[in-house]
Each structure stands twice: as C-alpha cells, then as structure tokens.
C-alpha cells in the first residue's frame, strides 16, 4: 500500500480544493496506509499572502487553529483504517521566518513537518510565470543562473535552521523555468550548491521526498530530477514518497510515473519501497539498509552495500508498470506492493515467513503424529518440533510528551537503522525497544543511540 506524507485540503488551503475529511476518505478507498496531513503554516505578514488569499496574518492563524483541531478529530475517527500524520509545510520567506516557524512548532504537537521553499526575495517562485518573472529581475542577472543560487542558498538556510525531517520538492525551482527539463549540471556553481544542501541534509538524517506534483504539471520528472536523486543516493541519502495533493482528484496521482523515475535512477543502488505492515512482521533489515518503519519510507542502500536485485526484477517490473499503464494509473497501489515483495528485502522477508510457517507445519504434523502413536510410543524415537512463536506487531506510535513533538528521523548506524520515526521519544524514555522473537534485536539507550 503506498503513502504520501504532503498533503493539503481547498477546506484550509485557498489554491486547494475538497475538505480535509474528503481528502483522508480519499486516501483510504485508495488504500494508502500513512497520509500527512501538511497544511501551509501561517505567515507573519500581509504581504507574504498569495494572490488569491483573501485572509489577514491573524484570520490565517486562527484558520491554521482549526486545521489542527480538525486533523486531531480525523486522527481519531479513522485510526482503524489510515495513519494519519499530523504536520505542516514551512514558509521560508525570510531570516526572520524561523521565528514564525518555532511560534508553530511551540504551540502545537505536531509529528512532522515539511521544510520547503516557495519564494525568494519575499516574492512566490512557483506560483506563475509573471512572479517568477519578477523574481528573475530581482535577481539582476541576464541568466537564471544567480536566481538558481539564490534558491539554493536560502534552502540551506532554511535546512541549517530547521534541520526538517522531509524536505519538500527540493528542485522546485525548475517548474517555472526556460526549461525545467534541462540539467542542473551546465552550471558549475548551482551544482556545488545542490551537493552541499544535500550533503547537510544527508549528514542530518533528513528524507527527500519523491514528490509526483511535477508530473501533473507537465514535468518529465518528479522533484528532484533523476541527477539529483543520483547524486542523494551516492551520498547514501534516503527518500519518502510524497502527491503533494490540492484535492480529491490528486491523491496518489502519477505514482507509476514516479515508480518510472524509481527505475530510472536505479542504476548501482536499490531504492525500494517500504511498507508498515511488512515491517511490523521483519523490522529487522540487512546490512546497508537504512529503515524508518511506521514513516514508511521510500529507502536506499548506502554505496557500500552492493545489494543486487533479485533476478528476474527488471522483466517483472517492466511488465507490472505495464499493467499499471493499462489502468490508467488505479492499480499504483497494487505496484507499490507488489514492486516491494520482488526487492531484496521483499523477497527475504517472504523467505522468512516461508520457514517460519515450515516450522509451524512441521510442529503441528509431530504433534499429530505422536497423538495418534499413543502414550506407549518411544517418544524419542520422533522428535518433535517446538511450535516458534508468532511475530507480534509494533505497538501503537507514541505521541511526543511534551514540547513541539517534533520527532526527528533516527540516528543513523549502517547496518543498523532500524529504529521506527515515531518511536524515539518512547525509546529515550523507556532506554530500549525489542523486536519480535527470533528476529535481530536493535537497543537504544537512554542517551538515544542505537546499541548492538
């Protein structure tokens, strides 16, 4: 089942449509198992609104008010059948933005946000071509090449600042540029930027969404294009997977396109597509995998790991991206599930409980067999199998006790990162977690670090 953890409602977004509960309802007959719910926060002055907001800095705040009110309902109303996430998207306009961002942070308990940029020299980028014109202008430069570093260099600012758990369509950019298709390469200086936001982000723990917006938009490719991707991957950098949906209509939209891009990056490194259920069965994963459970997680093996994909892979996702064509994009959800069991840890996760249920098999035959030899039977002559114990599921994700709520992705240990996002605050107070029995154990003690 897929997931998206950026999303936005018409209910408490004016360039949006539907209500937040329609949304969620959505999300649910699509059968994504986590949603975040990433509403655009507040902004401290009335002329950082967008053209078509007919609001003040105050009726915006208390608007943003009622969206959290109105998340923590659906929360509770549809925990049986969805995840929701409750977070919001930032709005980096300006130093003194950080400020307006930990006001947020403070007052309410959220389980994650979006760090993004959306404007430069206070104006919208990404809104339509005449401001992006206006801002090309401001950048004094005959190019884009001085408003590309500028893009940049305000998103390192914002990624020193915030340190954000998931950073939002990082190459955004491009969308109204001359060409949002051309390579970010031709200019030495952007591309020096780009790896130096990327090695911070990496050096952090902090997830790259695979956001589809730009497909719907016209875009060949999702943010970030595939040289980007490329080069997060050979930082041993992760991904989530993101719609970025306004409405209804939006949620899940193009993620075969984006299961497309997942392959064409795909060259030396794994990406996969991790699934909370499944990690609730074998959370623990193999050396080189970088896990983060109940956020699910679109994952990377580091450079070192040189996993390769099971035999047949190729031909197999060829032929189910296909079919997924062939439907115009409904069965994504059967893609992402499927496309998950032919990876590598799919696969050795099938491998587990096949010989889990071999044992079971084998103990209830033995049973049975000495049950029907009788009590006069040489018992030693047959010995029996012990029924293994049934994988149990992860507890219920912990809200955070106090504070913003801000939980950060979990420290980073090769072989090892197998602590969920959502658990940390629990295990800083508890001093250690246990998986299932029979399954490798990870501890993390009371200073937070993962211990073998």
């Known amino acids: 089942m897929p997931f998206s953890h950026h999303s936005h409602s018409g209910q408490f977004c004016a360039h949006a449509k539907d209500t937040l509960e329609e949304v969620v309802q959505i999300a649910i007959k699509r059968k994504l198992h986590t949603i975040g719910v990433t509403e655009h926060m507040p902004r401290e002055n009335s002329y950082d609104l967008y053209p078509e907001e007919d609001e003040t800095p105050e009726t915006l705040s208390r608007l943003f008010d009622r969206y959290y009110i109105e998340a923590c309902r659906l929360r509770t109303k549809y925990a049986s059948e969805i995840q929701i996430l409750i977070g919001f998207e930032t709005e980096w306009i300006r130093e003194t933005s950080l400020q307006t961002i930990k006001d947020v942070q403070a007052k309410y308990d959220f389980d994650l946000f979006v760090g993004s940029v959306h404007h430069l020299y206070t104006i919208p980028i990404d809104y339509d071509d005449a401001l992006y014109q206006k801002a090309m202008h401001r950048s004094g430069g005959d190019t884009e090449e001085q408003l590309f570093l500028d893009y940049f260099d305000a998103q390192h600012a914002m990624l020193k600042a915030l340190k954000p758990p998931i950073v939002g369509h990082f190459d955004l950019i491009r969308l109204k540029s001359r060409d949002p298709e051309a390579s970010f390469r031709r200019w030495e200086t952007v591309w020096q930027r780009i790896s130096r936001n990327l090695e911070f982000i990496v050096s952090y723990g902090g997830l790259v969404e695979l956001n589809s917006a730009s497909l719907r938009k016209g875009m060949s490719e999702p943010y970030p294009n595939a040289e980007i991707c490329r080069a997060l991957l050979q930082l041993g950098g992760r ?199 029979g399954e490798k154990r990870v501890f993390v003690g009371t200073n937070g670090r993962v211990k073998k």
């Not at 799919?346 to 033995?366: D, R, V």
């Not at 030899?373 to 992860?394: I, K, W, Y």
Request: glycine share 8%; hydrophobic share 35%.
């Open 239 to 437: 991904f989530t997977l993101s719609d970025d949906s306004h409405g209804v209509d939006q949620v899940a939209l193009n993620y075969h396109g984006v299961l497309d891009h997942i392959d064409k990056v795909n060259t030396n490194s794994r990406v996969a597509t991790e699934r909370a259920e499944a990690l609730n069965r074998t959370p623990a994963t193999k050396t080189g995998i970088h896990a983060a459970t109940t956020l699910g997680t679109v994952i990377s093996d580091g450079p070192a790991a040189h996993v390769e994909p099971a035999t047949g892979n190729k031909a197999f996702v060829v032929a189910l991206k296909a079919l997924v064509e062939q439907f115009h994009g409904s069965n994504a959800t059967l893609a992402t599930d499927l496309l998950f069991l032919i990876s590598p840890e799919g696969l050795s996760m099938l491998s587990e409980l096949t010989a889990f249920y071999q044992a079971k098999l084998s103990a209830m035959i033995s049973d049975s067999h000495r049950d029907s030899l009788g009590s006069t039977t040489n018992q030693t002559s047959e010995p029996v199998v012990p029924a293994p114990s049934a994988p149990r599921a992860l507890p219920p994700r912990p809200r955070a006790s106090s504070g913003p709520g801000l939980l950060q992705p979990p420290p980073r240990r090769s072989g090892h990162q197998v602590i969920p996002y959502g658990y940390q605050a629990s295990l800083r107070r508890t001093g250690r977690f246990e998986f299932a029995p």
